[in-house]
């Protein structure tokens, strides 16, 4: 912001409807997103520079837009299955001779895993422990983060290699593309569509979830499962966000979007600690 107004040549602190406007305008191939947080921004500044004696454009804040919240499609784990039974039956085609072996191995460990896509592609046969079964993520928004995976999942990647031919101490992508490059992100997304339908999951016309919906159903599915084995809920989060890749628990939140499958086993869980919270009010004539 500061860089932004220094065109104006200012020889005293001022903010006018003309800096104002001109900061806030849509820029070339900026998200609505980047614009809205812009948006905020300068009125946030402008309401604090009036607080402290300054006489500041504000921003009207019914011209900054209500950011939609995105609710993220959960998979039932019976969708999940039906997911997994149709990338097990895929053809064997000549000009891709490994499609038939990848989709089912990296959409077991998106969902297994909870793994951001770019994370999965990004993999390369160095960073899987087979002996251990320990995932190493490397390009991760967190930093590097070591990923355990369930043995039966570890058993399926050693497979999996196998069948892809990999010497394991060589370089190179665990998820390779024709070329032995990098498996783009690209025909992941539009395979998946393909799939959702083979598995009955939206029907023609509509758009669908997306790929990174299975990671969101994963911290769902997860943190059930951990309700379920009788954990103690304070250290779930914790737990899980460390799991994900976040920086802490506030994000993790954001995932979990309570289906009604998973709803009774976990709000019956955390209720107990709420409580007190809101008292029965008791009524007098």
Known sequence: MDDFFKRFNLSSPDLTKIMVEDFVTHRDRESYKTQHMRM??????????????????VYPDELVPVAKTFTPYIFTHDEIKHIMNVVDHLPNIPQSKYYHLIYPMLFR?????????????????????????????????????????????????????????????SEGYFYPSRDAGKYHRTPVYIKFKQFMKLAGI????????????????????????????????????????????????????????????????????????????????????
């Not at 009036?50 to 454009?57: A, E, L, P, S, T």
């Not at 009774?264 to 009524?283: M, N, Q, W």
């Open 40 to 57: 905020s921004l300068i009125r946030q500044f402008a309401l604090f520079m009036n607080r402290i004696g300054f006489d500041f454009y």
């Open 202 to 285: 939206f029907p023609e016309g509509s758009v669908g979830p997306r790929v990174h919906d299975i990671r969101h159903s994963y911290a769902v599915h997860a943190l059930e499962k951990m309700v379920n084995d009788g954990q103690d809920v304070y250290c779930t989060l914790p737990i899980l966000a460390a799991y994900l890749g976040h920086r802490g628990i506030e994000s993790t939140e954001k995932y979990l979007r309570l289906t009604k499958e998973a709803y009774g086993s976990i709000i019956d869980s955390i209720a107990p600690l709420y409580t007190d919270v809101f008292p029965e009010v008791v009524h007098h004539e």
């Open 109 to 169: 460990m998106l969902y297994g895993c909870g793994l951001r896509i770019n994370e999965a592609l990004s993999l390369k046969k160095s960073d899987v422990d087979l002996v251990n079964g320990i995932l190493k993520i490397t390009k991760a928004k967190s930093g590097t983060r070591l990923i355990p995976m369930s043995w039966s999942l570890t058993d399926y990647c050693r497979r999996y290699t196998e069948n892809m031919g990999f010497d394991m101490f």
